[in-house]
């Protein structure tokens, strides 16, 4: 039987079981309980939750109020300049500043053995966003393999808002994931400019981001791998509640398939990572907190964040404005299957 740390919360349904925690609304771990050789971490993370206090990679956390980058932080609202949070190497507001979402101490608002919501109050001005925020993060166990991931989030004054789930996904217990069978339903990308800004969108074909046939990364080309793949239409245009499948991963015996609302999948094979250390507090000595699943480095681990366009605001996309009058929806699923024959 699995033990949770304490502060650490449990969803658990059939062969699968979430453990959540408050920081960030993240998503901590989710286990594969009946994995041939026991209990299977899916996700990479940390043993313990203070050891989040180092993450610097958004392990599992939701990023907002505005994941993903908005170029130079800044919005413009009817001709008048709003200056955020630039927390990007480039001078941009990326996952919503540096102390953004995923940074926060969600309250839990309720927890069942299968669901769990995470509530958060956000003031006007909160690294620089106009206008209050509520937002609330739930996590439910549709069937005994589908976790369901939904955002919602209400403003009393104009706000862009894009709310992202940040799990790194190793299927397989390996070091790395070269071995994860990538098909995304994608025919198009947004390619990057010099100051890491989205370009016009392009064909994937020729391209690393071509997962148009289920195919594997190669090593030497993860750190290529990081970058946004149109998977749908406009959610403006979509049917409500249109949720789809957009991407699937396969090893070690296990697919994750993800189907979601959202008009984007941005893919990240975690070029980046690296053991992660903070000054403790008592001892003043540098502490590398112990993962909890694959030792991190380059290419541990694979991000499928399901979201709206990267920098919206700053490119005209009006979709990704919300009022009072519109409220902000996004919903996730991740359904885990297993063609291991017992």
């Known amino acids: 039987m699995l033990q949770a740390p304490d502060g650490v919360h449990v969803i658990r349904r059939g062969a699968f079981e979430a453990w959540l925690m408050p ?40 990023c907002g109020r505005y994941g993903n980058r908005i170029q130079d932080a800044q919005l413009t609202i009817a001709g008048r300049s709003i200056r955020l949070d630039s927390n990007h190497p480039m001078g ?3 996952h919503g500043g540096a102390a953004g979402f995923g940074w926060r101490d969600w309250t839990v608002a309720s927890h069942t053995d299968t669901h769990l919501t995470f509530s958060l109050e956000s003031p006007a001005g909160d690294q620089g966003f106009p206008g209050y925020c ?3 993060i739930s996590y439910q166990w549709e069937d005994d393999n589908v976790l369901r991931w939904h955002a919602t989030a209400t403003v009393d004054e104009p706000c862009p808002i894009n709310l992202i ?49 289920p195919c594997c990364i190669p090593i030497d080309a993860i750190p ?25 991963c396969t090893a070690g015996g296990l697919t994750l398939t993800v189907k979601t609302d959202r008009p984007f999948v941005h893919i990240y094979a975690a070029a980046g990572l690296r053991p992660q250390s903070f000054i403790d507090p008592t001892t003043h000595t540098p502490l590398t907190p112990q993962a909890l699943g694959v ?14 366009w990267p920098n919206g605001p700053a490119i005209g996309r009006p979709e990704v404005w919300y009022n009072p009058e519109r409220s902000y929806q996004h919903t996730t699923l991740w359904q885990f299957t297993t063609d291991i024959k017992r």
């Open 23 to 62: 920081l960030g609304a993240r998503l901590m771990q989710v286990w594969w309980l009946a994995a041939p050789e026991g209990p299977r971490p899916l996700c990479l993370g940390f043993e313990r939750p203070d050891d989040y206090l180092a993450d610097r990679m958004s392990m599992g956390s939701v």
């Open 295 to 308: 030792q991190h480095q380059p290419g541990a681990g694979l991000c499928l964040e399901t979201e709206d």
């Open 165 to 213: 789930p940040h799990p790194y996904w190793n299927l397989d217990g390996q070091a790395t994931i070269a071995n994860h069978r990538i098909w995304i339903a994608a025919t198009q990308y947004l390619p990057l400019d010099e100051r890491e800004l989205p370009l016009p969108l392009a064909d994937v074909q020729g391209t690393p981001f071509d997962f148009q046939q």
């Open 92 to 94: 941009h507001c990326i």
């Open 134 to 136: 509520r937002a609330h």
């Open 224 to 248: 290529s791998i990081d970058g946004a793949l149109a998977v749908g239409a406009p959610a403006s245009e979509k049917l409500q509640n249109a949720v789809a499948p957009v991407a699937t």
